[in-house]
């Protein structure tokens, strides 16, 4: 379990500094559907992988359940990037509010 874990901790990365960057930008809905997102898929694969693979479904359930969260908060994120870029070409004070934009 460590092992797997362990390869699959840049995934979990990601996934923390897309949903913070995102929540700390004032999208809420996101990273609370990544959570959402997140439980759905560890139980599906909970459902679907521990009876074929056993203890090894158990562990491979979680890296992929941070894997599903991480899509909707990556696009939240490439969106919001691109609103702010957009935003702060022409003043300084859109990248303190991007929704005045």
């Known amino acids: ?3 797997v874990h362990g390869v699959c901790y840049m995934i979990l990365a990601l996934l923390f500094l897309c949903r913070f960057t995102v929540q700390g930008l004032g ?3 996101m990273p609370t559907l990544a959570g959402v997102m997140e439980l759905v898929i560890r139980t599906i694969a909970a459902f679907l992988l521990v009876p074929k693979l056993e203890f090894l479904g158990a562990a491979i359930a979680t890296p992929l359940s941070w894997l599903g969260a991480l899509a909707p908060v990556a696009v939240a994120w490439f969106l919001a990037a691109g609103k ?3 935003c702060s070409s022409g003043t300084k004070a859109a990248v303190l509010e ?4």
């Open 98 to 101: 991007p929704e005045e934009c």
């Open 84 to 86: 702010l870029k957009k």
């Open 1 to 3: 379990m460590l092992l």
């Open 27 to 29: 999208q809420t809905l």
